[in-house]
């Protein structure tokens, strides 16, 4: 067998950790699949004093990144530090000094992976980042390689795991947002800072490197359409159960005739879909492609060990193909040549809505709501009106609509927010069938 591959690892918290450990406990299986041993020779970490949980005897421990990526006998550089000011420094040096890199950095890539893969690529170096989406599940290996026969039709995600623990806690235990936010963070799913999971920005990053490699365009963070769960109410999970559905924060990103979409927003999704019986942390990516139609990825979005997981299959794989042309790598973003394919903006997607509204009990009031969402062209799908709150004239109007170009949507929102009889803002949610 040929010597060890010598890695550095830049971060020794939670997945770190977890890398090291499988590392070393199943050092003979790796070898044996990688055709000679992966070890870690190098590490960076806060405190290179503590005792961890796993053998550090053979690893040098600095306090120091550029100790180890300025190593010269380490081939691959495992980015664990998070963050995309010094670890895009770090990565960039680590690609000048003609280290392949492995990274669970989603925002990195999602942001700066086009300057990143363009270095990589001018060196000849690897970049690989299987556990940036999705933590375990092998999601990019899937679409870029098991599915490379297929044109990709549309991705569906369940990629934040935090939202859907969230989610899945309020719809089981009637419980409000705030509650079971602070409950998440309490178990240590939700940072102390929670705002890019529950804004959907930690999703958005995924789903931007998720399309880029089903459809082969470059990564476009920017151009994705985001909103988190923040605004869903108790009210609205409960009617979302009387339809048939469950609340899911989704990334969706599909082909259509006037370009990609890309969004991530929260979504009535049928309770009967596989999809909406992924609860708790896990996460779910549903593929449609047109040669093997359905697939659905389900596993462990985070932790030490799932997100280990898919650190090493990297370090396998660049291990692997450390001898290979650089030319029949598999390409960082699936595809030899990338399209130039348009985002379509978020006003021109056609998606079904969901539609709370707040109204005082006048005669007339659903009236003049059909005839303005019927001027739209927006037909409705499904209603139900309740009896008024008790002791007030207030009652809550809910209305599924049959598809929908967005802007038309807000248009007629918009006029019914006019209307005297009605209470504040109109709640929509979009509906994915
Ligand atoms: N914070 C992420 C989540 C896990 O809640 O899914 C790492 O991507």
Do not use: W
Not at 76 to 88: C, R
Not at 258 to 281: D, Q, W
Not at 386 to 406: A, D
């Amino acid at each position: 067998m040929l010597n060890p591959v010598k890695v550095g690892i830049l971060g020794l918290g939670t997945v770190g950790g977890g890398t090291v450990s499988t590392l070393q406990k199943n050092a003979d299986e790796i070898a044996r699949r990688a055709g000679r041993g992966i070890v870690v020779t190098h590490a960076c970490a806060k405190e290179i004093n503590k005792a961890y949980p796993y053998d550090t005897d053979n690893i040098k421990l600095t306090d120091q990144l550029i100790d180890v990526v300025n190593q010269p006998d380490i081939d691959i550089v495992v980015e664990l530090i998070g963050g995309t000011t010094i670890a895009l420094e770090i990565i960039l040096k680590a690609i000048q000094n003609g280290k392949h890199v492995v990274t669970a950095n989603k925002a990195l890539i999602a942001k700066h992976g086009n300057e990143i893969f363009a270095a990589a690529q001018e060196k000849g170096v690897m970049v690989a980042f299987e556990a940036a989406v999705a933590g375990g599940i092998p999601i990019i290996k899937a679409l870029r390689e098991g599915l490379a026969a297929n044109e990709i039709a549309y991705i569906a995600g369940i990629i934040n795991g935090t939202s859907n623990f969230i989610l899945t806690e309020m719809r089981e235990k009637g419980s409000d947002f705030s509650e079971v936010l602070a409950e998440a963070q309490d178990l240590g799913y939700a940072e102390k800072d929670p705002t890019f999971d529950i804004e959907g920005v930690d999703a958005a990053h995924k789903l931007t490197i998720l399309a880029s490699i089903a459809f082969g365009i470059p990564l476009q963070f920017d151009k994705v359409y985001m909103e988190g769960i923040t605004k869903i109410s108790n009210e609205d999970v409960k009617f979302a159960d009387e339809l048939g559905y469950k609340i899911k924060h989704l990334g969706i990103t599909k082909r259509t005739d006037k370009g990609i979409e890309l969004r991530v927003h929260p979504t009535f999704v049928a309770k009967k879909r596989l999809i909406a019986n992924v609860e708790g942390v896990m996460n779910a990516v549903l593929v449609d492609s047109d040669a093997l139609g359905e697939s659905l990825y389900y596993g462990a979005g985070a932790g030490a060990l799932a997100t280990g997981s898919a650190i090493i299959a990297d370090l396998v794989d660049v291990t692997r193909t450390l001898t290979t042309d650089p030319g029949n790598r598999v390409p960082h973003l699936a595809f030899q040549a990338l399209a130039d394919l348009p985002i379509v903006a978020i006003e021109e997607i056609e998606t079904s809505y969901y539609l709370r509204i707040s109204a005082n009990d006048t005669l007339g009031v659903l009236a003049y709501i059909t005839s303005i969402l019927s001027e739209q062209n927006i037909n409705i799908e499904a209603i139900i009106q309740k009896e008024p709150i008790e002791g007030t004239e207030e009652v809550t109007i809910v209305i599924l609509t049959y598809k929908v170009v967005e802007k038309n949507l807000n248009k007629a929102i918009e006029t019914i927010e006019k209307l005297d009889a009605i209470n504040g803002q109109v709640t929509h949610i979009r509906v994915e069938n």
